[in-house]
């Protein structure tokens, strides 16, 4: 399973958190990654921790103010990045051109998506995975897979019907162990979580729960 930690702009220390998942990462079968705020890439990549950026807009080098471009991205040790979170929205083109982007610099994709139709037009911009977060469980600790296990497994269905290469993971409100498994068994090959490790006390704690079933 891989277990990629979303940092948002949750107050954390962004090192301390990629140390932990570096540990963890280091004392499990499970594949563990962390997504930290574009400013934070390099310092967490520093760490040895399995650096993701949370979002490249889809532009190439060039005027382009304000904007996160995808080869500036890898350069701070970004392997990876999400594309259309729940929190940062864009247009289907917008998606084809991130996904264009991030391929353009050797990053791995994950789309998010709200539902399994979405995730059916996302698998067919041909990302490495999709993600699908329905938004109204984002951050209120009650897991996917137990308040939503149908969107979960039509979602792996509505994926699969366009693209079986495209892995599927999802998250929302995942924070144990047993929601990680719960979202395996639904065919899940992944999960993304954020305010459970972002907001817990000891995230190593938090970590070492998340993968201990695994
Ligand atoms: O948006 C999410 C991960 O990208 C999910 O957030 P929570 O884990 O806080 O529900």
Redesign the pocket.
């Known amino acids: 399973m891989f277990v990629l930690v979303?940092l948002?702009t949750y107050p954390c220390d962004p090192v301390a958190v990629a140390e932990a998942v570096r540990d963890v990462n280091e004392s499990t079968d499970a594949r563990v990654a962390v997504a930290p705020q574009a400013a934070h890439l390099e310092r967490v990549a520093e760490t040895g921790a399995e650096t993701w950026a949370q979002h490249v807009d889809p532009i190439d080098y060039g005027s382009n103010t304000g904007h996160t471009l995808a080869e500036t991205v890898a350069e701070a040790g970004a392997v990876g990045t999400?594309i259309n979170?729940?929190?940062q929205r864009l247009k289907l083109a917008d998606v084809d051109g991130a996904v264009e982007a991030a391929e353009r610099a050797d990053l791995e994709t994950v789309v998010?998506a709200n539902n399994p139709a979405q995730i059916g037009a996302a698998a067919a911009l041909g990302p490495d995975a999709v993600a699908v977060?329905p938004p109204e469980?984002?951050?209120?600790?009650t897991p996917v897979s137990q308040a939503d296990p149908d969107i979960v497994e039509d979602a792996v269905e509505a994926a699969q019907a366009v693209d079986a290469d495209v892995s599927v993971l999802c998250?929302?409100?995942?924070?144990t162990g047993d929601d990680v498994v719960a979202a395996g068994d639904l065919g899940s090959e992944g999960v993304?979580?954020?305010?459970?490790v972002a907001k817990a006390d000891d995230p190593t704690a938090a970590l070492e729960d998340l993968v201990a079933p695994l």
């Open positions: 979303n948002k999400l979170h729940s929190e998010c977060e469980l984002i951050g209120t600790g998250g929302a409100g995942i924070s993304l979580l954020a305010s459970g």
